[in-house]
Each structure stands twice: as C-alpha cells, then as structure tokens.
C-alpha cells in the first residue's frame, strides 16, 4: 500500500490527504451504487405495477444523489474553515452561470410538488402535443401526437422540453 501511495505522489503529484479523499470518494460512489442497485432489485421482485416501479426507482436515484452529495461533500470540505463564506460566494456564482439550470431545476421542483401534469398525461406546450413519458431534472419527455398525423395519433417523436416550460402547459 506504501508503495502506491508513493508512487502516486512521486509520479502524479498527489499528496497522501487527496489520496485518501479519492479513495473516500470512490468508496462512497461504489457502496452507494451497489445499495441502489440491490433496493431496486428487492423492489423489482415485489412490485409488478409499472408506475410504481417507475415512482420506486426516480425517489431511490434522487435519494442516493442527495446522500452522495453530502458524504462526498463532507469529504472533500473538511479543510475550509469559513464554509458558509465559501458556499456564499460560490452559489451566487453558480447563479449567475447557471441560470437556466437553475430554473429548469426549479421547474422540475414544481412539476414534482404541485403535478400540474404525471407521467401518461396528455398536454400542449406552445407547438407541442403529446403524452408525457418522463419527468427528469432538467427537462421532460414527450411521445408527440398529431402534427402530422391525423387526429390524435402518434406520430413517432420523442420531444424533450426544458423543465421551466412545464409551468405553462395545457393539460387534458
């Protein structure tokens, strides 16, 4: 174990605490994939309904991301002492640059606690028809009908909309 330890300071230039952090941090990563994966197969073997799966396995994946962020964050953030200075400036920052994720982010908050529209529903947004097929952070998807097609049918297209755009819909 000293001698890859070395061997990464010597050749790559990583101190023996970033070392440890990595090694923490794929740790984390690993056990935490492994958990989903073995919750999502108890939960495969004893739900048959397609919706409830899909409901099982979009709560699990965000809550293992949650967890995620934490531990590693935790890990890697132990060396600052004026944290909430830090996190101050660094999320005004990543406002500014991230504003339209941001507010796709704040969408999908909206989609998911108010349901304007689920999964299987049918809603217009501007141009776009269709049922709704899924719901992810950032956007949603739709299996498009009409168009160019007759009548309600669908036409084959899968449209993926910002999630900022699901606050305006048209639902049936």
């Avoid at 984390?28 to 958990?35: D, F, P």
């Avoid at 999964?119 to 950032?138: C, T």
Wanted: charged fraction near 20%; aromatic fraction near 10%; glycine fraction near 6%.
């Amino acid at each position: 174990m000293a001698t890859v330890r070395d061997w990464l300071q010597n050749r790559i230039g990583l101190s023996p605490a970033v070392q440890i952090h990595l090694l923490v941090t794929v740790i984390v990563i690993a056990g935490l994939w492994i958990v989903e994966r073995l919750v999502l197969a108890v939960v495969y073997r004893r739900v048959t309904d397609p919706w409830k799966r899909y409901r099982w396995r979009k709560t699990i994946t965000y809550l293992t991301l949650a967890i995620a962020v934490l531990v590693i964050g935790r890990e890697w953030l132990v060396g600052f002492t004026s944290l909430a200075t830090f996190l101050g400036l660094a999320s005004a920052g990543f406002a500014i640059a991230l504003k339209d994720p941001l507010t796709n982010l704040a969408g999908w908050a909206f989609i998911v606690w108010r349901r304007p529209f689920e999964v299987g529903d049918r809603i217009e947004i501007a141009k776009h028809r269709g049922d709704v097929i899924d719901v992810h952070l950032f956007q949603f998807t739709l299996n498009e009908i009409g168009v160019w097609v007759d009548a309600d049918q669908s036409t084959g297209r899968i449209v993926h909309i910002p999630s900022t755009s699901g606050t305006k819909c048209r639902c049936s």
